[in-house]
T-cell receptor, first 114, second 111 residues
Framework: DQQVKQNSPSLSVQEGRISILNCDYT??????FLWYKKYPAEGPTFLIS?????DKNEDGRFTVFLNKSAKHLSLHIVPSQPGDSAVYFC?????????????FGSGTQLTVLP | NAGVTQTPKFRILKIGQSMTLQCTQD?????MYWYRQDPGMGLKLIYY???????DKGEVPNGYNVSRSTTEDFPLRLELAAPSQTSVYFC??????????FGQGTRLTVV
C-alpha cells in the first residue's frame, strides 16, 4: 500500500523552462511535506517544505504547492537549470504522535537539457 | 563540516556473512535514522532512534539490528546477509524531526 506516489519516474525539460514535479499521498495524517534532491552517489539533501496550514511556499526558483483536499503537492522549478538535474523525492511527514519518520515517494529523475 | 559520515562506501558480502555499517554525526542531533534504497524505489526506514539508548523499528527492520550508545553513533548490524539485502543504505540525523541530513550512503552487494 503506497502512501506516497510520484507517478512520473522521469521528466526532461529545456533549460530556462519550468519543471513541475508531482506527488500524491493517501494518508490524511500527513501534515508536513518535504522535498529532497539527490545527486548520483550522494545522499538526499533537503530542498523545501510546506506545512498543511499553507498552500504555497516559495524559496528562490523553487515553489511547492499543496492541495490538501486533493492530497496532492507539486514542486515548481523556474527557471530550470542543468544543475537541477537530479532525483527529487517527495516526503510527507506526520507530526502527530511519538514517531518522527519520513515516508518517501519513489522519486522523479529530472533532466534539464542545455 | 563533517555532518553525517558513513563507512564503508562500498562493500561486497557473501551470503551468510555479517557486517556493521558505521554512522556518526557531529551535529549533536537527537534523531538518527537508517534507510535503504532499492533501485527505482524510494527510501524505506529500517530503524530509527530518538536519543541515546532509545531505538525503534521502522518499516523494514527484519535482518537488521541497531544500537545507540552515544548521541554521535548509530551503527547498523546485518546478521546472516542475504541477497535481498543488496541495496544502498543511508544514515541520517535531524535535530527535531523531518529536515534530516543524510550521509553519502553505503552500497552493499550480497553475493
Amino acid at each position: 500500500d503506497q502512501q506516497v506516489k510520484q507517478n512520473s519516474p522521469s521528466l526532461s525539460v529545456q533549460e530556462g523552462r519550468i519543471s513541475i514535479l508531482n506527488c500524491d499521498y493517501t494518508n490524511s495524517m500527513f501534515d508536513y511535506f518535504l522535498w529532497y534532491k539527490k545527486y548520483p552517489a550522494e545522499g538526499p539533501t533537503f530542498l523545501i517544505s510546506i506545512s498543511s496550514i499553507k498552500d504555497k511556499n516559495e524559496d528562490g526558483r523553487f515553489t511547492v504547492f499543496l492541495n490538501k483536499s486533493a492530497k496532492h503537492l507539486s514542486l515548481h522549478i523556474v527557471p530550470s537549470q542543468p544543475g537541477d538535474s537530479a532525483v527529487y523525492f517527495c516526503a510527507p511527514h506526520p507530526t502527530s504522535g511519538s514517531a518522527r519518520q519520513l515516508t518517501f515517494g519513489s522519486g522523479t529523475q529530472l533532466t534539464v537539457l542545455p | 563540516n563533517a555532518g553525517v559520515t558513513q563507512t564503508p562506501k562500498f562493500r561486497i558480502l557473501k551470503i551468510g556473512q555479517s557486517m556493521t555499517l558505521q554512522c556518526t554525526q557531529d551535529m549533536n542531533h537527537n534523531y538518527m535514522y537508517w534507510y535503504r534504497q532499492d533501485p527505482g524505489m524510494g527510501l524505506k526506514l529500517i530503524y530509527y532512534s530518538v536519543g541515546a539508548g532509545i531505538t525503534d523499528k521502522g518499516e523494514v527492520p527484519n535482518g537488521y539490528n541497531v544500537s545507540r550508545s552515544t548521541t554521535e553513533d548509530f551503527p547498523l548490524r546485518l546478521e546472516l546477509a542475504a541477497p535481498s539485502q543488496t541495496s544502498v543504505y543511508f544514515c541520517a540525523s535531524s535535530p527535531t524531526g523531518p529536515e534530516a541530513f543524510f550521509g553519502q550512503g553505503t552500497r552493499l552487494t550480497v553475493v
